[in-house]
């Protein structure tokens, strides 16, 4: 056997079961990065192959490609195949490929084997699902497939763990042989295409015919040809007339002629092949042009609830944990700046970052358990042409309808959308889907200015007013979808492809497993940047220039010195954080934010708010003193009632200003956890600072145009 690390590629068709078998046979050894040079995610891990006559066991590195139909790519993801397949000098180039086939549908996974064969890498096919081809009246003979392809050939299901063990081996006897098989090509050169071949081999000292043909169709994507190279290989194109559109389909056809007696000889049917009856029986109701649709609105509801329902409590356990945790250190260290520091900057931070992981791992787990047993799927297909209208497509559904609950794991489900173009302009506009913490923000100003009435006896005014500000935040998703699809280049072809896969029971493993990555991509990754974030918010509201906050707070104490002594507390409080450097950009902003209604008391609470936005209710209690449970929604309503404006003498929070800012919190960007998610998910700081500064023109302009038309 071969010694030292061996290196095994994992491949095969979207829906085939690789995700599955790669976690059957790496278990929770597995880590997440980047593939070397590009911005795409790689999913690696080890398992161990037992060796005969006491030598030690083999360690195996697995590497999960990107899903692909075929060699030849159609988004960005699936560029990363050929990259590594044509390039040995790769660190990710493999010793053995596992080719993973749906046996339900082999005719069609067989063209992704013939391609990946061809290039002279060692292979074992691993034929998946064979339950849904039985239950499609199929018998695929394993040992007919290994002798006409001349591969090992193995039958498993990935879902249950049948068929791992004899996959090992079978990879086990690939990296013990020690003479080179002899290929077996499935696409034979034509004449006019050998001399190109041939020249290509004798400068890039290439031992392969296909490998050649793909220096000359896919040089422009590989990473590891320098562009003088891409030239040289462009003029001999050009010298030999190559044609690359013929090419394609000529190759195609002839390698369909090739998989079609093999597969007539090795898969027999028994009957009609159709797929099973409870398939044909859901189908007809969850891809019906109405019942489809209504069916969808149902899981919906059911999510939300769970989402909303379910993630509250351990929400409000990790809150009072991280408050309790807060006040036992603040008492247990000496006061000081450490100790402020270390509970008001660093573990409110932590907190910040925890109290995500139940609205996280819940949305995960459900969006798992849909995609698993089949149905996600029938709910791309059936919005894909409402999405595409909008430059979107189907697979942007997901993350639009997870934004209402919270964006930063919504963002993170765009990782489905297999064109890049299409899941940028999903997390673009994702953070306009109204989240949960926007509600105390809602709540409190709709009760300022909306009257407790009823429509007809039926409908709360204040309710209908709360629905729309969340449709208002749909319209915008989608309108800005399509305004921003006139201006990002697409660079690759826009298209909906999608396997529809049979209806089973959700593997718990698996639905456990994509909880604990989900959550541990966000705290260790997202993480970093919300606590960087925090501790410089921390600094600002807690330092000011000068002795300026000492002096405040000496004023407040001399003119209050006969008031309770929480009155006293709370004024306090109020006049440090307007003179801290927080209170100084207050003032500083103050003439930017004054055309749309809003004071340097308002602008404090949206900064505040860009960490949280249910911080806006505290901080607006802190800055007007109020006393007692500052988060309570009626005390902190009746005192911005009361509050007046300097300038007028009359009211502050007028209707204009209340609907100016309920019309800004609906579009502008949600919190400092969403920057950090998508810096995390673009893979730089370029795209969420586009994000953030037209999330912030959109929202300053819609808001002034309320405040002046109100006004």
Known sequence: MKQGNIKVALVGNPNAGKSTLFNALTGMRQKTGNFPGVTVEKKSGTFRIASANGHDDSHVTLVDLPGTYSIYPKSRDEVVVMDILANPKHPDFPDVVVIVADASNLQRNLLLF????????????????????????????????????????????????EGIKSLKEAVKQITERTEKPVLQYFYEPKENEIGLINEVREIHQLDND???????????????LEQPVRAKLDALIEKYGFDENNFLANETVARYEKIKP???????????????????????????????????????????????????????????????????????LPEGVLNDLLTDGIMAGIGGIIIFIPQIAILFALVAILEESGYMARVMVIMDKLMRRFGLNGRSVVPLISGVACAVPAIM?????????????????????????????????????????????????????????????????????????????RKEPSY???????????????????????????????????MAISIILWVLASYGPGDNMNVAEQQVVASMNAAPQAQIDAAVASARLESSYAGQFGRFIE????????????????????????????????????????????????????????????????????????????FAMMCMSTIAVVYRETHGWKWPMIQLAYLTVLAYVSAFVVYQVLS
């Open 114 to 161: 013939t391609e990946i064969n061809d290039l002279g890498i060692p292979s074992v096919l691993a034929l998946n699902m064979l339950d849904v081809a039985e239950s499609m009246n199929l018998t695929v003979n394993a040992v007919q497939l290994a002798m006409q392809l001349h591969v090992p050939v193995v039958r498993i299901n990935a879902r249950t763990g």
């Open 210 to 224: 296909y490998v050649a043909l793909q220096y000359v169709c896919q040089h422009d994507n590989f990473s590891f």
């Open 262 to 332: 093999i597969v007539s000889k090795a898969v027999k049917s028994e009957g009609a092949i159709e797929p099973p009856y409870w398939t044909r029986k859901l189908d007809s109701i969850l891809l019906h042009r109405v019942w489809g649709y209504v069916t969808f609105a149902i899981v919906l509801l059911i999510v939300f609830q769970a989402i909303f329902a379910w993630a509250s409590y351990p929400m409000d356990m990790i809150d009072a944990g991280t408050a309790a945790a807060i006040e036992w250190v603040k008492g247990a």
């Open 413 to 489: 489900t765009t990782r489905s959308i297999s064109s890049r173009y299409e899941r940028l302009l999903t997390i673009l506009v994702t953070p306009l889907m109204s989240c949960s913490a926007r509600l105390p923000i809602y709540a409190i100003l709709i009760a300022v200015v909306v009257p407790e009435t009823k429509v007809l006896g039926i409908f709360n005014v204040q309710g209908l007013v709360l629905f729309g500000l969340y449709l208002l935040g749909l319209l915008g998703a989608l309108g800005s979808a399509w305004l921003l699809s006139l201006f990002i280049p």
């Open 496 to 530: 909906f492809m999608l396997e529809m896969p049979s209806y089973k029971l959700p593997r718990w493993g698996h639905v456990g497993y994509t909880m604990y990555e989900s959550v541990k991509s966000f705290v260790l990754e997202a993480g970093k940047v919300i």
């Open 591 to 666: 003439p930017v934010i004054k055309p749309i209604g809003y004071d340097w008391k308002i602008g404090i609470a949206l900064l505040a708010s860009f960490a949280a936005r249910e911080v806006f209710v505290g901080t607006m209690a802190t800055i007007y003193s109020i006393s007692g449970d500052t988060e309570d929604v009626l005390t902190v309503k009746q005192r911005l009632i009361q509050e007046k404006n300097p300038e007028t003498g009359g009211q502050m929070f007028t209707p204009a200003v209340c609907y100016s800012l309920l019309i800004f919190y609906v």
